[in-house]
C-alpha cells in the first residue's frame, strides 16, 4: 500500500511539502532496492529515485526538494517532498527490485 501520511492528504498548495509512504514486498530475509515513479496525467512515467544499500539518488527534478527514506523490515519506502510545484502533480507509487512488485499508487495534487 501506499500511503499519504500528511494530514492535508493528496492535495497540497505549490511551496506546501507531503510526505508519502508506499510498501512493495520483495523476497523474505532480503533487503532490496526500491525506486518511486510518478506519471503525470496524459505523461509518461518518470523515475523520481531510488534508494539500495543505504544510498539514495535522485532525478534532476526533484533534487534538493525530495528525499527518500525507507523501513527495511516493512519493504516500505518514504519519500518527503518539500518545495512543491504545479510539476510534481501526478500519480506517485514505488516499485521493489526483487520481485518487481509495484505499491499501490496515490495521487499528489500542487495546485499554485
Known amino acids: 500500500q501506499v500511503q499519504v501520511v500528511e494530514p492535508g492528504g493528496g492535495s497540497v498548495q505549490a511551496g506546501e511539502s507531503l510526505r508519502l509512504s508506499c510498501t512493495a514486498p520483495?523476497?523474505?530475509?532480503?533487503?532490496?532496492?526500491m525506486d518511486w515513479y510518478r506519471q503525470g496525467a496524459g505523461k509518461q512515467r518518470e523515475w523520481v529515485g531510488t534508494?539500495?544499500?543505504?544510498?539514495?539518488t535522485y532525478a534532476d527534478s526533484v533534487k534538493g526538494r525530495f528525499t527518500i527514506s525507507r523501513d527495511e523490515a516493512k519493504d516500505t519506502v518514504f519519500l518527503q517532498m518539500n518545495s512543491l510545484k504545479p510539476g510534481d502533480t501526478a500519480m506517485y507509487s514505488c516499485k521493489n527490485w526483487c520481485s518487481n512488485s509495484w505499491g499501490q499508487g496515490t495521487q499528489v495534487t500542487v495546485s499554485s
Open positions: 520483495g523476497f523474505t530475509m532480503k533487503t532490496c532496492g
Open positions: 534508494t539500495n544499500n543505504g544510498h539514495t
